[in-house]
């Protein structure tokens, strides 16, 4: 009777701590996909490069610029770390941003209407 907490405890604390570890990566690298996709965005509109956003246990950032005639590309990755060393999730965003023509937009509303 007595040895049955301690099987209990031994088949459930395994579930218990990998949960928590892993609610603690999720986090994180939710928490990364967010700081990318928020810089990526600002970066697409103003146009300005900017410094990295702080990431937790991230790897290095890559940020790759396409500027065209009607838009702005800005393509950011990177990834979240395993306590081992390795990458154990990649993160990749990418942000457009149509640019827009005042002129051209008012006349072809000013066109519409007629």
Known sequence: ??????????????????TIIMSVYLTAHVYNTACLSASAGEQAVSGHEQADPPLFASGEIA??????????????????????????WDIQ????????HPVKLIRNRRHLKN
């Open 93 to 100: 965003v990418k942000q457009y941003f149509r640019k827009c």
């Open 63 to 88: 940020t790759e610029r396409t500027d065209t005639a009607s838009g702005r590309t800005v393509k950011s990755t990177s990834g979240t770390f395993h306590f081992d060393g390795n990458l154990l």
């Open 1 to 18: 009777m007595n040895a049955s907490f301690t099987t209990e405890a031994a088949l459930l604390m395994p579930a218990v701590i990998f």
